[in-house]
Every structure is written in C-alpha cells, then in structure tokens.
T-cell receptor, first 112, second 110 residues
C-alpha cells in the first residue's frame, strides 16, 4: 500500500520565522513529489514540485528531497500570516502528475 | 480563463438517490481526475482518465462511475448514494506538470 505520511500539526510559528514541514513516503517507485497549499474551504494549489535529490528554491519556499531516506520537506522562510493553511504533500506514480498519493496534510498557523 | 469548472458546489442527497457531478476544463488537458477529501484527511483518487474514451480506477472507486466522451468533460456518477459518500469532491486536470483543481463539490448524503 502506497502511503504518504505527514504530521497533522497544527504547527504554529511566529511571523518572520521559518516553518518546516515534513513528509515521508512508503514506495521507492515514486519519482515526483509535490507540495500543495489548501486554504480552508478552498481547492489545493501547487506551490512546489521536486524530482531530484537536493534542494529546490522558489522565493520564500525551499523543497528538499532525499530519496534514500524517502523524505520530502518544505521550508517557508519569513513566514507570513497569509501562509496559514494546510499543506499537502503528494507523491506521484505512473506517467502523470495526477496519479498522486496525498498525505493528510499539516495545518500551519503563522501568528502575527 | 475558466480552468476547471465543477457543478454543483453543494448538494444534499437522500440515501439511495443518484446524481452526476459535472467537471469540465478548457485547457485541452488530456489527463483528468476525481478526488474525494473527507474531513481532516488528504485527497483520495477515485477515477482518472488519460484521454477521451479511456478511464481507469483509482484508490477508492467503489460506488462511483465515470465517462470521458470528450477531452473537456469528465462527469462522476453516484448511482446509489450512501452516507459514506459524504465528502468534498475535487476534479483536476493536467498536461505534463501542474495539476489544476476545480473549486470542489460538497456532497452530503442523509
């Protein structure tokens, strides 16, 4: 059974701090990994994708992938109250990004 | 741009009733998907399609059916609604990279 595990949180950080979100996946077949942000009552939106070991940076966001440890993380620098949301980690299988296995999500709260 | 459009946004069904959740996309994406999200949980794949005329089961297909007669449309059918199907349903589509999600349909079965 393919699984993606996340700490459900909530994770609370002060404004301006670094938020660190973690995810592990069970199946080594996975080759693509994604972080989606989901505001309450809204649909998920993609914020980062990563396919190779190492770090990938995009603005205040850094995704990290370690395939040997089957571990994916997302760092959010200079956290803002607008970053408060649930962050879903997903692992991709098959030939399309849409064949995704999602984790339960980590709820992040950034306090002003 | 419309992107992925789902209708209806909300629906209450009685046990045993049937309904179709509509999904259409205007981005000419080959791949389309239906997910359900239960409270406090992640997304679970119900069915997906890699192109018109081709559909396949996902993780939780029981109680649902789909069809894909055109590239644009991917309706999800519930034949005999059960309380266990109370959930939020998301349709999504993609080409090679980013998946775009519809706004969701909140379904309650009573």
């Amino acid at each position: 059974q393919k699984e993606v595990e996340q700490n459900s949180g909530p994770l609370s950080v002060p404004e301006g701090a670094i938020a660190s979100l973690n995810c592990t996946y069970s199946d080594r077949v996975s080759q693509s990994f994604f972080w989606y942000r989901q505001y309450s009552g809204k649909s998920p939106e993609l914020i980062m994708s990563i396919y190779s070991n190492g770090d990938k940076e995009d603005g205040r966001f850094t995704a990290q992938l370690n395939k040997a440890s089957q571990y994916v993380s997302l760092l959010i620098r200079d956290s803002q109250p607008s970053d408060s949301a649930t962050y879903l980690c997903a692992a991709g299988y098959g030939g399309s990004q849409g064949n995704l296995i999602f984790g339960k999500g980590t709820k992040l709260s950034v306090k002003p | 741009n419309a992107g992925v459009t789902q209708t209806p946004k909300f629906r209450i069904l009685k046990i045993g009733q049937s309904m179709t959740l509509q999904c259409t996309q205007d981005m000419n994406h080959n791949y389309m998907y239906w997910y359900r999200q239960d409270p406090g949980m992640g997304l679970k794949l119900i069915y997906y399609s890699v192109g018109a005329g081709i559909t396949d089961k996902g993780e939780v297909p029981n109680g649902y059916n789909v069809s894909r007669s055109t590239t644009e449309d991917f309706p999800l059918r519930l034949e005999l609604a059960a309380p266990s199907q109370t959930s939020v349903y998301f349709c999504a589509s993609n080409a090679d990279t980013e998946a775009f999600f519809g706004q969701g349909t909140r379904l309650t079965v009573v």
